[in-house]
């Protein structure tokens, strides 16, 4: 199994490009079920979860090709790929992948719209919390589908004339929900309406896609997302949009370590106000017209009081480095998790470097130390592994993260980015 080693100690310098984010990816990719003909994606990053996305849509029928590379491509930009949903061959998504990656679920939207039934089976994924698929049932039962709960398995299936448009007020707000609302919603007769439907980006950026595709949607990136059901959807090509939590995750290594790197390709914009803590903390942030340049010179960092929130609040999926960066402030800082209840699995492997982290129900008080020291840990998760490399960036000494299956899951050659920025760091495989 890989490991990644890190000594910690150099200063971050350099550029470092940021690839297509994963959690829009996954949505687009899945949207390629909505149509026979082919959607193209661009600036597709490489990732565990997109190869294994690619798997899950080709047993359902998708001819998924991957353009070759040009001469001129750099070796991050990301695949150009196309995704042929000509004919849906099988409409049931099975336990052995589903469990692997809890997104996967989400195919029951458009194989529901367009084929009239779906057999799902439940998800699995990151063990951040029970992350249960109420809302998900409840969306697709307001358009008309009828639900069974079967040996693990949603067996769902729509009325005869397909799904019908209607009224989805969520609980809470839901990323996933969200976007299974909307693409099922597409090819529904008549109007729906979402409300409480999630604000992110990566919500933005499916819904821009099935514009392009035909589908008539008004008001993502707000609370009241309205779409105008339509009978069928074309194809289309879209660019996935940069992936904000690598944005974030890289601009907390540099405030971790000092120095300076230029984030090619961000937008400071899908970040809502993870840029705002950061500076806020001391570390200075432009925006350039090439991406954000990211930089912290000598000062310390000054402590930290965040709640995480759905967007345009600070993002959960940046808590975990965010958390790393504050073992280094000068202080004590405060960390609030909202919207996951399990997601503190960190703090048992920071606490190896040193880190002085004590949780109180869902908030975690962290006194910023003068050293950390290096150690061997464990990645728990996606993001939580992530967070160990910032630490192991900064911490004196030897530090060996490991199962980085997690991190390959989301981030894209992450010891290679970090390397050619001055970091020592380097992936021990076998
Ligand atoms: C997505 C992101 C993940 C991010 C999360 C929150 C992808 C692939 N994953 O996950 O990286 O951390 O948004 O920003 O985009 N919930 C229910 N019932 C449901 C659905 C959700 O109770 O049916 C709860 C969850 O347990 C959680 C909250 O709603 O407490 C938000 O979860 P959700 O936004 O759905 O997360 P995901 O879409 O799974």
């Not at 899945?30 to 990053?45: C, E």
């Not at 190869?51 to 070759?68: C, F, M, P, S, Y």
């Not at 007769?189 to 008004?218: F, S, Y």
Request: hydrophobic share 45%; with cysteine.
């Amino acid at each position: 199994m890989d490991r990644i080693r890190i000594v910690g100690g150099a200063k971050l310098e350099g550029r470092i490009p940021i690839s297509g984010a994963k959690n829009a990816a996954l949505p687009l990719m899945i949207a390629s079920l909505l149509t026979p003909y082919t959607l193209t994606l661009d600036n597709l990053p490489r990732l565990a979860d997109v190869v294994l996305l690619k798997r899950i849509l080709g047993n359902h029928g998708v001819e998924v090709t991957v353009a070759g590379k040009r001469a001129s491509q750099d070796e991050f930009e990301g695949d150009s790929v196309r995704l042929t949903a000509g004919e849906i061959v099988d409409t049931t998504a099975p336990y052995d992948l589903v469990s692997r990656m809890r997104a996967s679920f989400w195919v029951i939207g458009p194989l529901l719209a367009r084929m009239g039934e779906a057999k799902v089976s439940l998800p699995g994924g990151c063990a951040i919390g029970t992350r249960p698929v109420d809302f998900f049932l409840d969306a697709l039962k307001a358009l008309g589908a009828t639900i069974d709960i079967e040996a693990g398995y949603v067996l769902s299936k729509a009325p005869s004339g397909g799904l019908k448009g209607g009224r989805i007020t969520f609980p809470k707000v839901s990323v996933g929900a969200t976007h299974v609302a909307l693409m099922a919603a597409s090819l529904a007769k008549g109007e729906t309406v979402i409300e409480n439907a999630a604000r992110e980006p990566e919500i933005v950026d499916l819904a821009d896609c099935l514009i392009k595709m035909g589908a008539k949607i008004e008001g993502a990136g707000s609370s009241t997302i309205h779409i105008q059901g339509v009978p069928s959807l074309s194809g289309a090509r879209h660019s996935v949009l940069p992936d904000r939590i690598e944005t974030g995750t890289y601009a907390m290594a540099v405030a971790m370590t000092g120095g300076d790197i230029t984030l090619e390709g961000a937008r400071r914009d899908l970040l809502g106000s993870a840029f705002d803590v950061l500076e806020e903390a001391g570390v200075t942030v432009e925006v350039t017209n090439d991406g954000v340049r990211v930089g912290r010179n000598g000062a310390g960092l000054r402590p930290m009081n965040v709640t995480t929130e759905p967007f345009p609040g600070f993002p959960t999926d940046l808590q975990a480095q965010l958390m790393a960066l504050a073992c280094r402030a000068e202080g004590s800082s405060k960390i609030t998790e909202t919207i996951f209840e399990n997601r503190f699995m960190h703090v048992q492997e920071l606490a190896r470097f040193g880190a002085k982290i004590h949780i109180d129900g869902r908030t975690a008080t962290i006194e910023g130390v003068d050293t950390l020291k290096g150690a061997p840990v464990m990645a728990t998760d996606l993001r939580a592994s992530v967070s160990l490399v910032i630490a192991g960036l900064v911490a004196e000494g030897e530090t060996i993260v490991n199962r980085v299956y997690h991190l390959d899951r989301g981030f894209e050659r992450l010891e290679a980015k970090l390397s050619r920025c001055g970091a020592t760091i380097e992936r021990l495989t076998g």
